[in-house]
């Protein structure tokens, strides 16, 4: 198969501290729609995470990680949102505005980095359906999911704020389901899609965190989907790992597996669960994987 | 809050609308009309009373700088932009509230977590410490190594911000 253009792909700080799952099965997937990545060097925190103490310093953190990779003249391929987004962010800012290039660049130029705004920064999703195309992506899927019901969660910081992301609808979002009817599955639609998972506000005021996934949650299941697919290593983090502790708190049982989308992708790949990280998972994902492994591949 | 307190009037900066509407994101501070979307399409706002967006608007343009900046509403936002995007004024509501608390930040009013995410910052690059079982395990399981921060050339570049000199100096 022809090779995807070579990109440099920036982890984050979520994915390598608590969400291996994610970072498992995205490579996997990824190697077998044959992308060329090449890892980020010496990159740093995008800087999303500390912009409610400085502005400043989330564009100097994030021109930092886009300077790196124009050094070496590739472009950004995330799986975070939240960095995707704050990198895009920063790079319209900067080519857009050149007093606040040179005042960041100032800063820059103390490590010999240079921000010059000559690549771009994408998302997963996005690349998939851009880059990779959908008929490649369906061309890979020899288990298709057929009868499998999922719902999705796209993450805010997919596509708000509009002005700024330029990508899609943030009131409709349609990235993630039109990726996944490409498994094969079914998508399931249920009340507020939209809704913020809470993550930004967890370790502030935990009750409104998990009141807000207590509210996903159960919009999602009186709709009937098996499972939740996310493409955000915070919005998963929420949803699964909080799914026990809310249901702790609320005195309520939900039981709803969540999966990245490289996960779901992966099985209909007919790439193996241990292979895709699926005993990372908090939520006991058997009933997806045991559906997955009944489907007989075709050829 | 005792009586006193309560009824005690703030002061009021009639300055402080323009100070936020000439940062990046606070320029349309002065077309809010108090419509009230914001908030009603806040989800911290539903699950938490004294968290109301439409009214942190109301007071930046009135000018009560103390009391947002002392506050600890302030720090809830969760920052998922759908104010921002719904606004019918084109309020960049999100980065105005971002905007205050930059401001309460630079005046030493920091949450213990972002303080936490600082010094990991300063010290690994990473906001979070990944610890070294987690280093060691992504071997385990077929990952490449993580590139080590370079910590050193981070602070190089935030050295001159006023957030690490207080940080620093405390
Ligand atoms: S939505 Fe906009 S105009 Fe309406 S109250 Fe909020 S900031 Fe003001
Ligand atoms: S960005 Fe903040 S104020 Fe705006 S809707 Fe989200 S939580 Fe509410």
């Known amino acids: 198969m022809e090779k995807v253009g070579k990109y440099m792909f920036f982890l984050g700080c979520t994915i390598p501290y608590r969400v291996s799952s994610y970072e498992i099965s995205a490579r996997k997937v990824l190697q077998r729609l044959s992308v060329d990545l090449v890892e980020m ?15 400043e310093l989330t564009l100097i953190l994030s021109a930092r990680n886009i300077a790196i990779a124009e050094r070496e003249g590739l472009n950004i391929l995330t799986l975070c949102p939240g960095c995707s987004g704050t990198l895009k962010k920063t790079n319209k800012a900067l080519k857009e505005d050149k007093s606040l290039k040179e005042e ?8 010999g980095l240079e921000f010059k705004g000559s690549v771009n920064v994408k998302h997963i999703s996005q690349f998939l359906i851009d880059d990779v195309g959908l008929d490649r992506i369906k061309k890979s899927v020899i288990k298709p999911l057929r009868g ?3 719902s999705e969660h796209s993450g805010c910081h997919l596509s708000r704020p509009r002005k700024y992301l330029e990508f899609e609808d943030p009131e409709n979002p349609k990235a993630l ?32 965190s998990l009141s807000l996934v207590r509210e996903k949650l159960s919009h ?13 290593p915070s919005c998963h983090i929420m949803y699964d790992a909080n799914q026990i502790r809310v249901e702790r708190m609320f005195k309520e049982t939900y039981n709803i597996p969540v999966l990245h989308y490289t996960q779901l992708l992966g099985l209909a790949m007919g790439i193996s669960p241990e292979e895709l990280g699926f005993d990372e998972l908090r939520v006991n994902p058997s009933k997806i ?3 997955a492994m009944e489907i007989k591949p075709r050829l | 809050m005792s009586e006193s307190e309560s009824t005690k009037p703030s002061k009021i900066n009639p ?16 077309q809010c009309f108090q419509c009230g979307t914001c908030t009603s399409d806040c989800p911290i706002a539903r699950f938490n009373e004294k968290y109301r967006p439409r009214n942190i608007i109301h007071m930046a343009q009135i000018g009560l700088k103390n009391k947002i900046l002392d506050s600890e509403f302030l720090w809830l936002c969760a920052s998922c932009f759908t104010c921002t995007d719904r606004c019918p004024q084109g309020v960049e509501v999100a980065s105005v509230i971002r905007i205050l608390k930059n401001m309460a930040a630079e005046e030493g009013h920091i949450p213990k977590l972002f303080r936490e995410l600082l010094s990991n910052l300063l010290k690994t690059g990473y906001v979070y410490e990944v610890p070294e079982s ?34 620093n100096s405390e």
């Not at chain 1, 939209?194 to 005021?205: L, Q, R, S, Y």
């Not at chain 2, 570049?157 to 000199?165: D, G, H, S, W």
């Open chain 1, 220 to 232: 999602i299941k009186s709709a009937g989907a098996e499972a939740l697919i996310t493409m955000c």
């Open chain 1, 289 to 291: 994987v045991k559906y």
């Open chain 2, 15 to 30: 300055r402080f609308r323009y100070e936020v509407a000439k940062m990046p994101g606070g320029e349309k501070l002065l």
């Open chain 1, 41 to 55: 060097p010496e990159f740093n925190c995008c800087g999303l995470p500390l912009e409610p103490l400085s502005h």
């Open chain 1, 104 to 111: 960041i660049n100032g800063r820059l130029k103390e490590v």
């Open chain 1, 148 to 150: 499998l019901k999922v």
């Open chain 2, 134 to 167: 987690r280093i060691r395990r992504r071997e385990s399981l077929g990952l490449p190594p993580l590139p080590k921060g370079d910590s050193e050339s981070i602070l190089k570049t935030i050295q001159e911000l006023k957030i690490a000199r207080i940080l």
């Open chain 1, 177 to 208: 389901k039109t990726l996944i009817e490409a498994t094969g599955a079914k998508y399931v639609e249920y009340m507020d899609e939209t809704e913020c998972c809470g993550a930004t506000v967890a370790g502030i005021d935990d009750k409104i």
